[in-house]
């Protein structure tokens, strides 16, 4: 079974940066699209950075600039970061990955509070 562990959320300053990671163990091919989600209280989740195994990378506008996806592929494991630049009370949410083409279990995510 598929599982997503992400980590590395915190409280920062509007203007700081954070790297999130997440590790997705149970994989059985890598050739998978991975993506950052994200959840405003009361919403449902949104896309906000994808990235394929060649390594194309898309964003919406509201990160395009700020946000940067990589990953690397393992046997049967793969690591996922989000690292964020200039972070702005906005992105305060909760953070989760997961795949892009179909969802999988979704993990526990790792809160990002922005605030002075």
């Known amino acids: 079974q598929v599982q997503f562990v992400e980590s590395g959320g915190a409280l920062v300053q509007p203007g700081g940066s954070l790297r999130l990671s997440c590790v997705v163990s149970?994989?059985?091919?890598?050739?998978?699209?991975f993506g950052w989600y994200r959840q405003f209280p009361g919403q449902q989740r949104e896309l906000i950075a994808d990235?394929?195994?060649?390594?194309?990378?898309?964003?919406p506008a509201s990160v395009k600039g700020r946000f940067a996806i990589s990953r690397d592929d393992a046997t049967n494991t793969a690591y996922v970061y989000l690292q964020m630049n200039n972070l702005k009370p906005e992105d305060t949410a909760v953070y989760y990955c997961?795949?892009?083409?179909?969802?999988?279990?979704w993990g526990q995510g790792t809160q990002v509070t922005v605030s002075s």
């Open positions: 997961n795949f892009v083409d179909f969802l999988g279990a």
């Open positions: 990235i394929k195994k060649n390594g194309v990378t898309n964003y």
């Open positions: 149970g994989i059985t091919f890598n050739f998978h699209r």
